[in-house]
Each structure stands twice: as C-alpha cells, then as structure tokens.
C-alpha cells in the first residue's frame, strides 16, 4: 500500500507538472510576435513598456501572430491544462496524507517543500494567469500578458521543483536545497517576466546566467563533497580534529579487537587459498570462477566450543580477497572488511582468522573486499557449528544456492541432484542465499518444519506445507523434514533445472501440482517465549531510509543507492557506547528490496509496517525491507568495534548503500584505497 501510494503521488506529481509546463507553453504560443519594426506589438502583451525600444529583447523577425480564432481555443485549452494541473495537485495532497500514516520519512520532502512550492504556484495561476486567459478565450484581450506567463513559467517550474524534490533530493529535503530549489522557481518566473515584458536584453540574460549559476554551482558543490577525502569510519574522527589514526587515551583498535590465539577451545584449523578457477559443473558447462579453493568454497563444519583457525592465502585474485564471517558475531579485527578492519589479502599474501565457535548454527563466509564482484563470481563458503551432541536429524545437508552467470547451483550442483534417504528419516537442509536478490525455496513432498533462522533457532515451529520459503539475499533457513516413501524435493524460483530430491533409492522426486503459493511469514511463526533485549544501559534510536537518487559517487554521476540521502562513505556513522540498547527503524521509499545486513550482531525484529513480531523471537542478520516497508529492529551494543550495515544486494552496497555502526573509542588504522587498494563495498 505504501509504495502504490508512493508511485501514486510521483505520477500525480508528473501529470501537475506535465499540465503546468504544456499551459504555459501554450499560453507563450499565443503572444503575437513582434516583427523587427515593432509594428505588430501588442499592447497587452506587455504589461511595463521597454523605454529604450533599441535595446529592447527582439524574439524572431518573422514569427507570424496566431489568428484570433487560434488563439481564443488556445487559451481555453491553457485554462483546461491549469485545471487539469490543479486537481492532480489534490490527488498529491491526498497521497501526501495517506503517506503520512505510515511514516514522516515518506512524506518529509512533500510536506516541507514541494507541496507548499506547488500550492503557491497554483494561487499565483489561479489570481494572476486565469483572469488573463479567460479574457483571451473569450476575445476581450488578445493574449495573456507577462505576469500570466510568467505565473504560469513558475507553476511549470514549481512541478519540477516537485518532482526533483521527490527524486532528486528525497529524504531528508534539508534547508539548503530547498532554498535553492525555490530560487530556480523564482528565477524561471522572473525570466518569463522578463522576457514577456520585453525588458532590455541584458536584464534577460542576466536572469538566465544566474539561473544556470545557481544549477552548476550546486552540483560543484555535490561533486566536491564527494570527491573529498571521506571522514574514517571510526567515531573518534568524525569530527575530523582527532588527528592521527591510533587509539585515543582508554581506547582500542580494531586490530586489538581480536580473538586470543590460546583461547579456549579444541583447535580446528584451515586452509582456504582464494584463486582463480576453471570449474566444471554437473551439467558438463565450464564456468571461470574465482574460489576458495571449491564453487562453493570448503564447508568448514565445526562444534560449539571449537576454536577454528582459517588461514586465508591468495593466490592470483589481483582484486585482493578477504574473510567476512556473514551473520558470525566474531571480534570486529576477525570480521574480514578491507579498509575497516584489515588490509585486503594481495596475491602472494595471506591472513589468519581465528573464531571461537561460541554459537550454533548455519552461516557463511565471502569475500568483503570488492564484494559484489567477488561473491558472486564464487568467493563464498559455508560454516556451520553444530552443538556439541549434534542435530536431532540423521541426515543434515548445507544447500547455498548460487548464480554464477547463467548458471544456478543449488548445493553444489547445476542440474537435478537427487539422494538416497531412507523412509522415516529425518533431514536437516540448511537453506542459504548467497545471491544479491531474495529467492524462493519450496520444499514438496512432506510438511516441514522452519527450526531455525540466521543461525538462531526459533522457538514453537509448526508445519508447514504448500508455502514458499522466501530468503533474502545473506539469509539462511533451516528446515527439518521427514522423509515419506515418496520422498521430498527442494526446488527454487531460481532455476528450472537445479533442484534436490530425497528419496529411498535415491529417484527423483516430481515437482509438485500445484505449485506452492505464498511465503511463510517468520514474523508469525512459532511462539513468542517473552524473549526480550536485556536491559541495556542507555538508548540509541537511529533511523535509515533507503532510497535512490543521483548522487556522485567518489566523483563519478551515479544512480546511487541512499541512505538517509547520502552514499558510503559520506553517510554517517550510528554511534554507540558498548552496554546500550540500539533500536532501528529502517524504512524504504525506494522501488527495490534490500535485504539489510548488520555485521557483529543480531538484531531481535520488534515490528514491521507497525505489526508487532508475534511469532517466535526473530533474531535476524539479514532483513528483507521491501518497497514502502518500516522495520523496527532492536539488539544490544555488545560487541565493541567498528562495523558496517549494509545492503547484502552487493551491487546496491557498491553503489552507496552501505554505513559503519561505530563503538566509541574504537579506532581503525585501516583505510580505504591505500596500497591495498582496500575496498569494503
Ligand atoms: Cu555478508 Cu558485509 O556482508
Ligand atoms: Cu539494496
């Protein structure tokens, strides 16, 4: 409903536009032209008369005046075309209201700037301009004068005003391009008058060079913001006075924010070298791949109290590569972010992780240096910790789906897999996406059940059946089944060929008819246990609104994906002191889904669109904010360090979606660029 009423208010807001700039064209159309000699002017047409005719603003020598008959329907379709404008500019106002229900952050711009622009300018046509063209159309003057044109010439501007107010601007429409965007209106209006009212040639392009001034010395400005150096990401220089990049007194870097080497624990230790590869897959394709050593990379499968030590080698990614611990609430110097929190891995180079494995669960791991690039080109592997007496399955498979190209891999594989399971078994498939847009999963066969998300078991699930699983780009589901005779078949919206049967005898399961319709909403699924945030000490409310809109990014004009109206790295940090209670409320105004990710913690999902989270406690990594939602998420500040929140969309992430949450007194010396040339995006 929020984003029909969204795309409602931005088409109204063309049409308004589209009749205010088409009325005054008309109207300008139905001034008769004056030949060089002047004989043909008309009276009317000018409101002031020029003093020095010689210097006088001349339109073109031989422009014929519109007969009388032309110019009265003329300006009968003028008056049509202001109507037109101004009942539209209701239906905005009313989009505007119903908006406002859901939230201020769809509706700021409107309200602050284009309504009232809009509304003005349609009094000032109404007063100024419809008095003139009524006159016209019924005879009784030949054509409207220079204060109806230009009335009309800032009605058109003011839509556009409107419209890039929506578009361009977004949220939130802050002082200063508001100022600016009105003084163009202005501008525009003058202009009209200017000319209309014949006033001398330099007046007139005096008028026009300011207004070309004012548009290029705006997007100078933009330019340079973008281009300057971006402040580090770390709190204690956002202000830009803290001078070099080590630890303030009684603070910490990053690279001290690491697990100890003889931590607790059984050592697990492994070897992943990222390279280059020529992977052929089941369906006999050969893909060129950059790996972890496999497509997908080695599932390192470990148990709870294990101390896993992964030593990263690169053998031939130029690019650089690292180990980002997708959804792992791992030290912030073990979170693998080029820039942040280490130098990207060059060729020849390697680096070593070491995580304790404190929580149970399915996660993932990928490349954060280049990311968009590098995942999806197969820098990406499985971890899964299991708890110390294992699942309660007898069969517990790790299925990434993955597209590389044209091909999908579910698994490990490209085509249809099948599996021997035997009857009455039960299998545990730990579902995750690794690609940028959510997919759909269905599961035939057998009702399931969802026992976990991102790692976190829920509490209460209940069968499932005939409903979609939908997982957002970074998100992972466990699903539990048991086998019937007639086995099970998972199969995804993302490909016709890729799929996995578990069967007796290992046959493959048929697609089942009909297809199932819906996705499991997890915001109702389980029990609620009551499960709530700990107390924390203090509160941090931070708002994120998604959107898109030209901006340049690191100099270069891009479409980018905003928050809160800027691109990484200018959009600034959320800051919090280890002990407080973080809530976020993330909203999208924009046309696409971003699966919003928030690396070192999970957040506890509080509401959705104002609908409370009924279902099992939802502690999530990863959350799908689609067109026109708000959620509402909490978690508590718990593990000091300097950590980014972005959109898993990875191409949205390298086009700006992409920020730091920041401890106080953490510190990176880390930087982006670098001889490393350290990209975290
Ligand atoms: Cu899975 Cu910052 O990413
Ligand atoms: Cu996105």
Redesign the pocket.
């Known amino acids: 409903m929020t984003a029909l009423l969204l795309a409602l208010d931005l088409v109204s807001a063309v049409v308004t536009a589209g009749a205010w700039i088409a009325a005054a064209v008309l109207a300008s159309g139905l001034r008769p032209r004056r030949s060089p000699a002047g004989s043909a002017r008309d009276a009317a047409a000018t409101d002031v008369p020029a003093p020095d005719a010689a210097a006088q603003y001349v339109p073109a020598p031989d422009a014929p005046a519109p007969a009388p008959g032309i110019r009265r329907r003329g300006a009968w379709l003028a008056l049509a075309l202001v109507g037109v404008g101004v009942a539209v500019l209701v239906a905005q106002l009313l989009c505007t209201i119903l908006l406002a229900g859901d939230g201020w952050w769809f509706v700021q711009e409107k309200v602050v700037f284009a309504l009232p622009v809009a509304v003005a300018a349609a009094i000032a046509v109404i007063v100024v301009a419809g008095p003139e063209l009524r006159g016209t159309a019924r005879g009784s003057r030949p054509a409207p004068g220079a204060r109806g044109r230009a009335a009309l010439v800032g009605a058109a501007a003011a839509g556009v005003a409107g419209i890039l107010a929506r578009l361009v601007i977004g949220y939130p429409m802050e002082l200063i391009p508001a100022l600016v965007l009105l003084a163009l209106v202005l501008l525009s209006a003058a202009l009209a008058w200017a000319v209309g009212a014949g006033r001398p040639k330099r007046v007139v392009t005096g008028l026009a060079a300011f207004c070309v001034l004012v548009v290029v010395a705006s997007v100078g400005v933009a330019w340079l913001g973008s281009a300057a150096t971006p402040a580090a990401l770390s709190a204690t220089h956002e202000h830009g006075a803290a001078g070099p990049a080590e630890a303030p007194p009684g603070g910490v870097s990053v690279t001290d924010l690491r697990t100890p080497a003889d931590a607790p624990g059984t050592r697990r230790v492994f070897d992943l070298t990222a390279a280059q590869q020529q992977v052929t897959l089941d369906s006999g394709r050969s893909v060129s791949a950059w790996t972890y050593g496999s497509l997908p990379g080695p599932e390192l499968r470990v148990s709870q109290g294990d101390l896993v030590e992964v030593t990263l080698h690169n053998t031939d990614i130029d690019a650089g590569v690292t180990i980002h611990w997708h959804g792992y609430d791992v030290p912030s110097g073990e979170d693998g972010v080029a820039g942040v929190t280490q130098d990207a891995v060059l060729p020849g180079d390697s680096f070593t992780y070491r995580l304790a494995a404190t929580e149970t669960g399915t996660y993932w791991y990928h490349t954060h240096q280049v990311s968009a690039d590098g995942v999806r080109r197969g820098l990406f592997g499985t971890l899964v910790v299991l708890p110390p007496a294992g699942v309660p399955e007898s069969v517990d498979l790790t299925v990434p789906l993955h597209t590389l190209g044209t091909a999908v891999i579910l698994g490990d594989s490209d085509v249809a897999s099948v599996r021997d399971v035997a009857a009455g078994q039960s299998v545990r498939l730990r579902l995750i996406n690794t690609d940028q847009l959510p997919h759909r999963f269905t599961l035939d066969g057998a009702p399931f059940t969802v026992v976990a998300a991102d790692g976190r078991d829920l509490v209460g699930p209940t069968p499932v059946t005939g409903t979609a699983l939908r997982i957002p780009a970074g998100g992972r589901l466990d699903v539990s089944v048991t086998v019937p005779e007639s086995g099970v078949r998972l199969s995804t919206n993302a490909s016709a060929t890729a799929s996995l049967s578990l069967a007796p005898g290992g046959a493959e399961v048929p697609r089942a008819v009909p297809v199932a319709t819906g996705d499991l909403d997890l915001l109702g699924y389980g029990t609620a246990d009551g499960q709530t945030l700990p107390a924390g000490d203090g509160r941090v409310e931070a708002t994120m609104v998604l959107d898109r809109n030209p901006r340049f990014l690191g100099g270069r004009p891009a479409y980018g994906?905003t928050v809160n109206g800027a691109v990484f790295p200018h959009i600034p940090s959320i800051e919090v002191s280890e002990g407080n209670t973080v809530r976020l409320t993330v909203a999208n105004r924009g046309l696409?889904t971003?699966p919003m990710h928030v690396h070192g913690h999970h957040v506890l999902v509080i509401s959705r669109n104002g609908n409370p989270s009924t279902g099992s406690p939802l502690w999530l990594d990863t959350f799908d904010v689609q067109p026109g939602e708000v959620w509402v998420v909490e978690f508590t500040a718990d593990n000091p360090g300097i950590w980014m929140d972005h959109?898993h969309?990875l191409d949205?992430a390298a086009e700006g979606?992409m920020m730091a949450l920041t401890y106080r007194g953490v510190t990176s010396p880390f930087q982006q660029g670098g001889t490393h040339a350290n990209r975290p995006e």
């Open positions: 994906y696409e971003h959109c969309n949205h979606m």
